[in-house]
């Protein structure tokens, strides 16, 4: 089991930048693909950004292909997001989540951190 503690949103105008951060608990993270999910007043949640155990592999939603990057550090238990060229509709509650080895879905998510774009 894992626990996930995101941090990192906060109030950023169009075209700023944020660091979103993942804290994941358990000495098994590096056996979770880890990923960044979003949603939006209602929306459905959506994904943004997935990476693989190792980290050699990510994937991303077309809406933030060449803005966002998704990375992790095992060593530390830890995943980020870092996102560029923010637009109004980035706004969302962002959550980090992983998925196990044999599983199909994530299993485990985070509290959620509100990153709001200003116009």
């Known amino acids: 089991q894992v626990q996930l503690v995101e941090s990192g949103g906060g109030l950023v105008q169009a075209g700023g930048s944020l660091r979103l951060s993942c804290a994941a608990s358990?000495?098994?993270?590096?056996?979770?693909?880890m990923g960044w999910f979003r949603q939006a007043p209602g929306k459905e949640r959506e994904f943004v950004a997935g990476i693989s155990r190792s980290g050699s592999a990510t994937d991303y939603a077309d809406s933030v292909k060449g803005r966002f990057t998704i990375s992790r550090d095992n060593a530390k238990n830890m995943v980020y997001l870092q996102m560029n060229g923010l637009k109004p509709e980035d706004t969302a509650v962002y959550y980090c989540?992983?998925?196990?080895?044999?599983?199909?879905?994530?299993?485990?998510w985070g509290q959620g951190t509100q990153v709001t774009v200003s116009s």
């Open positions: 989540a992983a998925r196990g080895v044999d599983s199909i879905s994530y299993d485990y």
């Open positions: 358990g000495r098994t993270f590096s056996t979770y693909s």
